[in-house]
């Protein structure tokens, strides 16, 4: 099955606000995670990746957590706008052997409200 | 920089048709990836290759499925014969390096009657 999930199917927030997306991941031994927004209709788009060896990463208005503790990721999305909404998927890779495969969870879809 | 380049946008067939789908990766990508993405879920790997050699085609249905990439370039998916349950988007990808910041074509909608 899956071992990459997600606590919240839908997201819904006000223009401005800021966003939370959550993943919860179940194998130890990935060494590196990225998101990606979907928009309708259209591919996976890279926003932002972490490897293991790090606890936090900020790009523009976006910021990843990784709690390997806990085997929790998040993304966090400042002064969220309509153009956010999308479906966001976490994906880990299982590094290992010949082949470093990315899986990807579910998705959350986030909308935005003006 | 041009992205990854898929054919056709859409397809429409009939179970047990056959049907191609083509991709052109990232100039200078090694790593090259299929993944079918059925509505409402996540993408999932069908085929990976590292220039013209697969390195994993673990959840490839090789029954109906096939994939190549000649010349470590461009690759083709071919599924015959084709099953309603293969209704799907079936996305290309290409990465630099294995398993890292994958770039995504826009893929390819099929639709099974």
């Known amino acids: 099955g899956e071992s990459v999930g997600l606590h919240l199917p839908t997201l819904s927030v006000q223009e401005g606000d800021n966003s939370i997306i959550n993943c919860a991941y179940s194998n130890s031994a990935s060494d590196y995670f990225i998101w990606y927004k979907q928009e309708s209709g259209k591919g996976p788009q890279f926003i932002i990746d972490?490897?293991?060896?790090?606890d936090k990463r900020q790009g523009q208005r976006v910021t990843v957590l990784l709690n390997k503790t806990v085997k929790h990721l998040s993304l966090q999305i400042a002064a969220t706008q309509p153009g956010d909404s999308a479906v966001y998927f976490c994906a880990e890779r299982q590094s290992g052997g010949s082949n470093y495969k990315l899986t990807f969870g579910k998705g959350t879809l986030l909308t935005v409200n003006p | 920089e041009a992205g990854v380049a898929q054919s056709p946008r859409y397809k429409i067939i009939e179970k047990r048709q056959s049907v191609a789908f083509w991709c052109n990766p990232i100039s200078g990508h090694a790593t090259l990836y299929w993944y079918q993405q059925i509505l409402g879920q996540g993408p999932k790997l069908l085929i990976q290759f590292q220039n013209n050699g697969v390195v994993d085609d673990s959840q490839l249905p090789k029954d109906r499925f096939s994939a190549e990439r000649l010349k470590g370039v461009d690759s083709t998916l071919k599924i015959q014969p084709a099953k309603l349950e293969d209704s799907a988007v079936y996305l290309c990808?290409?990465?630099?390096?294995?398993?890292?910041?994958?770039?995504f074509g826009s893929g390819t909608q099929l639709s099974v009657l």
């Open positions: 990808a290409s990465s630099l390096d294995r398993g890292e910041k994958l770039f």
């Open positions: 972490i490897r293991s060896n790090m």
